[in-house]
Each structure stands twice: as C-alpha cells, then as structure tokens.
C-alpha cells in the first residue's frame, strides 16, 4: 500500500516563495498521474496542478497558472510543488494525491500540510 508524506507549509507573506513535497513510500511507485489539491476554510477540495508520470505532462488550474511550478524526481518518489507570488487567497491546506489504479481517479491521498499567506 502507498502512503504519501506532504512536507514544506508554513506561514509566509504575499509575494514570497514556498515548496511543498510529497514522498511515497513503497518499493515500486508508478502512479498515473500525481497531483497537489488544496482545500480553503468553508471550501471544497480543488485542485491545483498535476503531472503525467510516464512523459512529465502537467497541468495548473487558472489560479495559479504561472505562479506554481509541478515537477517530479522518480528516483525519490517524489513530487514537488513550487508556489511563488503566493496570494492571501493561496492559503488552503495543500494535499498530495497519486492515481495509481487508473488515470481516472486519485485513491491515494496524503495527510495534508497547511499554507498560510499574509497580507
């Protein structure tokens, strides 16, 4: 079974830099897809970026498209987000997910890391 281990939130200001990663644990981790998802106070669970493991494809939601970076390092399995220009409107507690059965679903989940930016 694959556990995710999400590390890097913290309180930081708007405008600066935060990375988050996730670790999976497990000898062989070949996952469809991994992704980031964060979920605000009084909001549903979005999504926020992902990447294809098999050619490095990604994809960003509107929101912070050209401000958080996806990226992955196979040999760790790991995956990593890099959020600059963070906004207030960034904090959420962030989640790393793997979809491992099929590329349809995420049925993995990390415990989540909480990112709080101040104006």
């Known amino acids: 079974q694959v556990q995710l281990v999400e590390s890097g939130g913290g309180l930081v200001q708007a405008g600066n830099s935060l990375r988050l990663s996730c670790t999976a644990s497990?000898?062989?981790?070949?996952?469809?897809?991994m992704g980031w998802f964060r979920q605000a106070p009084g909001k549903q669970r979005a999504f926020v970026a992902h990447?294809?493991?098999?050619?490095?494809?990604?994809a960003y939601a509107d929101s912070v498209k050209g401000r958080f970076t996806i990226s992955r390092d196979n040999a760790k399995n790991t995956v990593s987000l890099q959020m600059d220009s963070l906004k207030p409107e960034d904090t959420a507690v962030y989640y790393c997910?793997?979809?491992?059965?099929?590329?349809?679903?995420?049925?993995?989940w990390g415990q989540g890391t909480q990112v709080t930016v101040s104006s």
């Open positions: 997910a793997a979809a491992l059965a099929s590329r349809l679903q995420y049925d993995a």
């Open positions: 990447i294809r493991w098999s050619d490095d494809t990604t």
């Open positions: 497990g000898r062989t981790f070949s996952p469809y897809y």
